[in-house]
């Protein structure tokens, strides 16, 4: 991985994961692989917005704060391209409003960029 150029690590990369728009991989496990192999490894799967553009997140209540700045990394690191979004808050899991409400105003301020959106909250976590 040392000599080869940027965009065929990134290829090859793109190749181990699920085809976009594919969110079937929990946040950040298979990119942060990529990150463990070596700097240079770990610098072209920070830098290329196509390796972030799909994501699914299982939240944990218990570890949402530390899971919305997750996600903020995530969205700015997929810049300017289309998204593909999974979220869901399993049934057993308590609600906290407001860490939700910061959760859903994330997924909203990117809106636009939106190709899939999958969200399985509770109601109460969509009112503003």
Same mark, same amino acid.
């Given at each position: 991985i040392l000599h080869l150029p940027f965009e065929i690590t990134m290829i090859i990369f793109e190749h181990c994961l699920p085809q976009y728009p594919c969110t079937s991989r929990p946040l950040a496990v298979d990119l !942060?692989?990529?990150?463990?192999?070596?700097?240079?490894?770990?610098?072209? !799967?920070? !830098?290329a917005p196509r390796l972030w553009r799909a994501f699914t997140m299982n939240l944990n209540t218990m570890m949402i704060s530390h899971q919305a700045k997750a996600l903020q990394e995530w969205l700015r690191r997929s810049g300017p391209l289309p998204i593909s979004i999974d979220i869901v808050l399993p049934a057993d899991q308590p609600c906290c409003l407001q860490e939700m409400n910061n959760i859903v105003s994330l997924i909203l301020a990117h809106s636009c960029r939106w190709e899939y959106i999958g969200l399985m909250l509770p109601f109460e976590s969509l009112r503003f």
């Open positions: !942060a692989l990529f990150g463990w192999i070596c700097g240079q490894s770990r610098a072209v !799967a920070f !830098a």
